[in-house]
C-alpha cells in the first residue's frame, strides 16, 4: 500500500508538473506570435518571476510602457540581482524621457558591472539627454575602451567631434568603426561629411557616392556632392546632382544657386543668370501674414495711416491677391476725404481683377456707384 501511494504521489506531481509546463510553452508560444495579451493571461497564471517579466515585456511590445514600466519595477524590487529586467527598464525609462530615473538605473549597471559596453553606452545617452555633455563623452569611450568595436558609442564620438569641426579626433573614432564594418551607413556618412567640412572635396567623393549606393538618399548628400563635383570641375556629374534634388523639391534656393555656379564654370551665362534670379526668388521672404496682422493691430488703435501702410506691404508681397487690394481698398475709404481719391482706389481694383472674385467685385461695384453720387452731389 505505501508502495501504491508513492506512485500515486510521484504521478500527480507529475501531472501538475506538465501542467505548468504546458503553460508556459503556451504563453512562450502566444509572446512569440505577438498575441500579448493572451500571453499575459497566461504568464499570470504561473506566478514566476520569468512569468512577471515576461508580462513586463510583453506590456513594452504592446507599447503600453506604463504598465511595463510599473511591471518591470516590481521585479527588480523582488530581486535585484536581475540585471537584464533592469537594463529593459531603464531603456524604457530612456525612451519615455524619465531621464533622472534613467540615469540612477544605469549608474547602478555600470557599478554592478563594470566590464559591459552596453551599460556605458546607455549611460552616455541619458547624460546627453540630461545636457551633460562632457559625461556623455566619458561613459561612451569607456564602452570604446571595453569593447573597440562599439559602433554606436563609436559613432556618438564621430558625431560629436564632426560637429565640433575637430577632425583628427573624428576620423580616429569613424575609422576605427568603418575597419570594423565598412557598410555601416551612419559611419561612411560621418567620414564623408569630415572631409567635406575640411574642404577635401575630391577625397569626400566616393564616400559621398558610398553613402548613396548604401541606400541613404537624401537632399542633403545631393547637395554636398554636386558641391563636391563642381569644387573638383566635373561640372556635368554636379549638374545631375543638383536636377536631382530640384526633381525632389524645385522650391529649394540652394540647387538653384548650386546650378548658377556650375553654369558661369561652363560659360552658359544665360542658365546661369536663369538659376540665381531663381534663388533670389526662391530666397525672399514672404511676410504677407505679419503685414496683415500689423494692419489689424493698427486698426485696432484707429491709426488708419499706419494700417494702409501695412496692408499696402501685404500686398506687395502678393499682387495676384484680391483680397490683398481690397484689403487696401477698404482701409483708404476709411482714411482719405476726397471722395474721388476713393472711388480711384476702387476703380483700379476693378481694373486689376474684374470678375475674378465675383462676391468682392459686387461689392466693389456697388461702392462704386454710391462715391461716384458723392462726387457729383460735392461738384454740384
Known amino acids: 500500500m505505501k508502495k501504491t501511494l508513492f506512485i500515486l504521489l510521484l504521478f500527480t506531481f507529475g501531472l501538475e508538473a506538465q501542467s505548468t509546463g504546458g503553460s508556459i510553452v503556451v504563453a512562450d508560444s502566444l509572446y512569440a506570435i505577438g498575441d500579448f495579451t493572451k500571453a ?46 533592469r537594463f529593459e527598464l531603464g531603456k524604457l525609462y530612456l525612451k519615455t524621457k524619465r531621464f533622472n530615473e534613467a540615469r540612477k538605473t544605469f549608474s547602478y549597471l555600470t557599478t554592478a558591472n563594470k566590464s559591459n559596453p552596453e551599460y556605458l553606452y546607455y549611460q552616455g545617452e541619458v547624460f546627453q539627454e540630461l545636457g551633460q555633455v562632457t559625461s556623455g563623452l566619458v561613459a561612451y569611450k569607456k564602452a570604446v575602451e571595453l569593447d573597440s568595436t562599439h ?28 575597419r ?29 557616392e558610398k553613402v548613396l549606393d548604401l541606400g541613404e538618399k537624401k537632399e542633403y ?73 500689423l494692419a489689424g493691430i493698427a ?13 499696402r506691404l501685404a500686398y506687395e508681397e502678393d499682387t495676384s491677391s484680391p483680397f490683398a487690394y481690397y484689403q487696401v481698398c477698404t482701409v483708404a475709404d476709411q482714411y482719405f476725404k476726397d471722395p474721388k481719391v476713393r472711388l480711384n482706389y ?34 454740384d
Open 151 to 178: 559602433l554606436r558609442s563609436l559613432f556618438r564620438l564621430g558625431k560629436y567631434y564632426t560637429v565640433k569641426q575637430e577632425r583628427d579626433a573624428a576620423l580616429y573614432y569613424v575609422d576605427q568603426g568603418l
Open 180 to 208: 570594423f564594418y565598412e557598410k555601416d551607413v551612419a559611419l561612411v556618412n560621418l567620414k564623408a561629411l569630415i572631409l567635406y567640412n575640411d574642404d577635401q572635396f575630391e577625397n569626400a567623393i566616393p564616400w559621398f
Open 221 to 293: 548628400i545631393y547637395l554636398k556632392l554636386a558641391y563636391c563635383y563642381h569644387k573638383n570641375w566635373e561640372q556635368e556629374k554636379a549638374k545631375v546632382m543638383y536636377r536631382i534634388v530640384l526633381g525632389m523639391d524645385d522650391t529649394q534656393h540652394d540647387p538653384h544657386f548650386g546650378l548658377g555656379n556650375v553654369y558661369v564654370r561652363t560659360k552658359q551665362l544665360d542658365s546661369a543668370e536663369y538659376h540665381f534670379k531663381k534663388a533670389i526668388a526662391l530666397q525672399q521672404p514672404k511676410l504677407m501674414r505679419e503685414y496683415n496682422a
Open 346 to 379: 476702387y476703380t483700379e481694383f476693378i481694373e486689376k481683377y474684374g470678375e475674378e472674385t465675383p462676391y468682392l467685385s459686387q461689392t466693389v461695384r456697388r461702392r462704386i456707384r454710391e462715391l461716384k453720387e458723392e462726387v457729383h452731389f460735392n461738384t
Open 299 to 311: 486698426r485696432e488703435r484707429n491709426d488708419l495711416k499706419s494700417a494702409l501702410e501695412y496692408y
Open 40 to 85: 499575459i493571461n497566461q504568464y499570470a497564471r504561473l506566478g514566476s518571476q520569468k512569468s512577471s517579466l515576461q508580462i513586463a515585456r510583453a506590456y513594452n511590445a504592446m507599447g503600453n510602457f506604463e504598465k511595463a514600466i510599473r511591471q518591470y519595477e516590481a521585479v527588480v524590487v523582488t530581486d535585484t540581482s536581475l540585471q537584464q529586467a
